[in-house]
């Protein structure tokens, strides 16, 4: 059974980076868009972007000047790194899979999740 | 951006009745349209990709249908477990888009 795993500090002070990172387990890493998604507590979801498993990125242009996305084949890892927080930052984050299905399509469905970690930033 | 509409915002239903959720593009989506449910403290779930197939271990209780721009997620025989969030999502046009979300509870 895939598994996806979302792990990094829970408090970020505003102006500083967020940084969080996926660890896939249980099924393959290649092929696949990697991918995350936040929620702010209480509201909807919000598509940030993807890695591709060979590195390739799309960010959301709402976020694309403080995105970084990277990721680590050997470890099955991917990683999120966001500048410049603010208080509207704050949101529940989730990794999740896109690719999958034979459909082979970055836009999903995802059909494999993290449980979510949820990101605070305050000072 | 595509900008999904979700309605109605909040259904309330009674276990055993049929709900219908709805979700409308501002423009054409194909059939590329999933939805998920959401409950309380959890990832959202993969119920239906491509307008109209079911994931796997979807009950059948759960069926979607539409195309373009109007979609329509449907749920026969409402289960205790059923109560939750719905959300649509898109994957025809970059950036890929989220509906705000139909929340559905107990009557």
């Known amino acids: 059974q895939v598994q996806l795993q979302e792990s990094g500090p829970g408090l970020v002070k505003p102006s500083e980076t967020l940084s969080l990172t996926c660890t896939v387990s249980?099924?393959?890493?290649?092929?696949?868009?990697w991918t995350w998604i936040r929620q702010p507590p209480g509201k909807g979801l919000e598509y940030i972007g993807y890695?591709?498993?060979?590195?390739?990125?799309n960010y959301n242009p709402s976020l694309k000047s403080r995105l970084t996305m990277s990721v680590d084949t050997s470890k099955k890892q991917f990683s999120l790194k966001l500048s410049s927080v603010t208080a509207a930052d704050t949101a529940i984050y989730y990794c999740?899979?896109?690719?999958?299905?034979?459909?082979?399509?970055?836009?999903?469905?995802?059909?494999?999740w993290g449980q979510g970690t949820l990101v605070t930033v305050s000072s | 951006d595509i900008v999904l509409t979700q309605s109605p915002a909040t259904l309330s239903l009674s276990p055993g009745e049929g709900a219908t959720l709805s979700c409308r593009a501002s423009q054409s989506v194909s059939r590329y349209l999933a939805w998920y449910q959401q409950k309380p403290g959890q990832a959202p779930r993969l119920l239906i990709y491509?307008?109209?197939n079911r994931a796997a271990g979807i009950p059948a209780r759960f069926s979607g249908s539409g195309s373009g721009t109007d979609f329509t997620l449907t749920i026969t025989s409402l289960e205790p477990e059923d109560f939750a969030v719905y959300f649509c999502?898109?994957?025809?046009?970059?950036?890929?888009?989220f509906g705000p979300g139909t929340k559905l509870d107990i009557k």
């Open positions: 249980g099924g393959p890493f290649s092929t696949y868009y």
């Open positions: 999740a899979r896109a690719g999958g299905l034979q459909l082979l399509s970055a836009g999903g469905p995802f059909d494999y």
């Open positions: 999502q898109q994957r025809t046009n970059w950036p890929f888009t």
């Open positions: 491509d307008g109209s």
């Open positions: 890695i591709y498993s060979s590195g390739s990125t």
